[in-house]
Each structure stands twice: as structure tokens, then as C-alpha cells.
């Protein structure tokens, strides 16, 4: 099983239903919703330097990551801390938090 989180640049959602609307849109492709900045790519470097193994979806605005269900607390902990450092918005969808 795999747990699976998204970072994002949007001023557009305030509360998690929007959260979780964004978040369908863009496992559909869909990133009208969502602004291309330099700080997506700050952050993705940021993920990639601590070497976890990871299965990563990254857009213009957006990244969607994903992981096995055993390493979930873990990698939370740490996408949820990096999004925060670089001022980006935090879904989780399996429990429905979202953090901006």
C-alpha cells in the first residue's frame, strides 16, 4: 500500500475541500489552479538532497509524492517541514490535512 501527499503554490484554496478539489485536479493534470514560482524547484531540491526513496510527480506549481505505507510518518514529517521552510501549502489526502 502507498501513502501519497501534495506541495503546491495556490492562492486559491483556503479550507480543505479546496484542498482536496486541487488536489484531484491535479492527479488529473489539471494546474490552472496552481502558480509556476521558483520556490516548487527550491523545495524539490531540497527533497531530493535527503535521499529518501520516493515516488515523485512534479508540475509547473506542484509536486504530488508518494511512498510506501511504512515509511509514511517519516516522510510527513519531513515534506511538512520543507513545505512550511519554503512558504508552500501542505495536503495530505488520506486524512484530509491541509496546511497553507
Known amino acids: ?3 501519497y501527499c501534495a506541495v503546491w503554490n ?20 489539471e494546474d490552472s489552479l496552481v502558480g509556476d514560482i521558483e520556490i516548487i524547484e527550491e523545495f524539490f531540491e531540497d527533497l531530493i538532497s535527503k535521499g529518501e526513496k520516493l515516488d515523485i510527480n512534479k508540475g509547473k506549481g506542484f509536486i ?7 515509511d509514511a510518518e517519516k516522510i510527513d514529517n519531513l515534506i511538512k517541514g520543507l513545505a512550511k521552510q519554503h ?13 497553507f
Request: proline share 2%; hydrophobic share 35%.
Open 1 to 3: 500500500m502507498e501513502w
Open 64 to 70: 504530488i509524492i508518494g511512498c510506501l505505507l511504512e
Open 87 to 99: 512558504g508552500l501549502s501542505y495536503y495530505e489526502p488520506q486524512n484530509m490535512t491541509y496546511i
Open 10 to 29: 495556490s492562492d486559491k484554496v483556503s479550507n480543505v475541500m479546496g484542498a482536496q478539489f486541487l488536489y484531484e485536479q491535479l492527479c488529473q493534470g
